[in-house]
């Protein structure tokens, strides 16, 4: 398990766990196959904004239950276009995972598509894309946002020392309500992204290093320290699985 918040949601309605092991955020360093970083199309968008944000949506479904809607994607683009309105040096960077955009109205679709302050990556099988991977694109935005507080992209965000915001206009808070402007309604949307955008440097460093102390998000690598655990583990029993084969 990550953090206390993680262990206490394992197994709560099976059988008993002997022992614990905590081990660190684990998705570092992710390699993808075929992968060739960030298009140069990207690159150049960039290096004409002052800030940008980064909208990961949710997937969404009209046919099947999900933990948003499309009617919630809509309603965060429209105010991602109320923010581009009042200030032109600010890029949204819409990352689809797996075709999230293909609900949305035509009215929304045309404003995505054709604003210079959008810059959209279409995507229905992520690991097929050769180009701007989510990882490799959050290090160069100023704040993520996304629909669900589940989201790995979250984590992702704070692992490369990016704030977020979860936009949830219909479930009950999580825990990351008790951090200032990372769980908002809809209403408070606005004002919490000019908090993050506006926040001074030492600020913000300070409040990230609180959220990925308690969330355990270190440099360490959870892969390898799950690795090793397994390893002294097999070390310790290696007489009991000796003696069973």
Same mark, same amino acid.
Request: charged share 25%.
């Given at each position: 398990?990550?953090?206390?918040?993680?262990? +206490?949601?394992?197994?709560?309605?099976?059988?008993?766990?002997?022992?614990?092991?905590?081990?660190?955020?684990?998705?570092?360093?992710?390699?993808?196959?075929?992968?060739?970083?960030?298009?140069?199309?990207?690159?150049?968008?960039?290096?004409?904004?002052?800030?940008?944000?980064?909208?990961?949506?949710?997937? &969404?479904?009209?046919?099947?239950?999900?933990?948003?809607?499309?009617?919630?994607?809509?309603? &965060?683009?429209?105010?991602?276009?109320?923010?581009?309105?009042?200030?032109?040096?600010?890029?949204?960077?819409?990352?689809?995972?797996?075709?999230?955009?293909?609900?949305?109205?035509?009215?929304?679709?045309?404003?995505?598509?054709?604003?210079?302050?959008?810059?959209?990556?279409?995507?229905?099988?992520?690991?097929?894309?050769?180009?701007?991977?989510?990882?490799?694109?959050?290090?160069?935005?100023? *704040?993520?946002?996304?629909?669900?507080?589940?989201?790995?992209?979250?984590?992702?965000?704070?692992?490369?020392?990016?704030?977020?915001?979860? $936009?949830?206009?219909?479930?009950?808070?999580?825990?990351?309500?008790?951090?200032?402007?990372?769980?908002?309604? $809809?209403?408070?949307? +606005?004002? &919490?992204?000019?908090?993050? *955008?506006?926040?001074?440097?030492?600020?913000?460093?300070? $409040?990230?290093n609180k959220i990925k102390e308690d969330l355990?998000?270190?440099?360490?690598?959870? *892969?390898?320290?799950?690795?090793?655990?397994?390893?002294?583990? *097999?070390?310790?029993?290696?007489?009991?699985?000796?003696?069973?084969?």
């Amino acid at each position: 398990y990550m953090n206390e918040i993680d262990k +206490k949601n394992i197994n709560n309605y099976g059988g008993h766990i002997k022992n614990f092991y905590q081990i660190p955020f684990f998705r570092k360093n992710l390699l993808k196959q075929n992968y060739r970083g960030l298009s140069q199309e990207l690159q150049n968008t960039l290096s004409k904004f002052d800030k940008k944000i980064i909208f990961a949506p949710s997937m &969404a479904s009209t046919i099947h239950f999900k933990p948003t809607s499309v009617e919630n994607i809509e309603r &965060a683009i429209e105010e991602f276009n109320k923010i581009i309105l009042h200030d032109k040096k600010i890029l949204i960077i819409i990352k689809e995972k797996k075709g999230e955009l293909e609900n949305i109205n035509q009215k929304l679709k045309k404003l995505i598509f054709n604003s210079k302050n959008f810059y959209t990556i279409r995507s229905f099988k992520p690991k097929l894309l050769e180009y701007n991977q989510f990882e490799e694109i959050i290090p160069n935005c100023d *704040l993520l946002v996304t629909l669900t507080s589940t989201s790995t992209t979250v984590l992702q965000s704070l692992d490369s020392n990016i704030p977020f915001i979860c $936009l949830n206009d219909n479930h009950p808070f999580s825990f990351y309500k008790k951090y200032s402007n990372c769980e908002v309604r $809809l209403k408070y949307f +606005k004002e &919490a992204v000019y908090y993050w *955008l506006k926040l001074e440097n030492n600020d913000l460093q300070n $409040l990230l290093n609180k959220i990925k102390e308690d969330l355990n998000i270190c440099n360490e690598n959870g *892969l390898n320290s799950a690795a090793s655990v397994l390893d002294e583990l *097999l070390k310790k029993n290696k007489d009991f699985f000796n003696e069973r084969n």
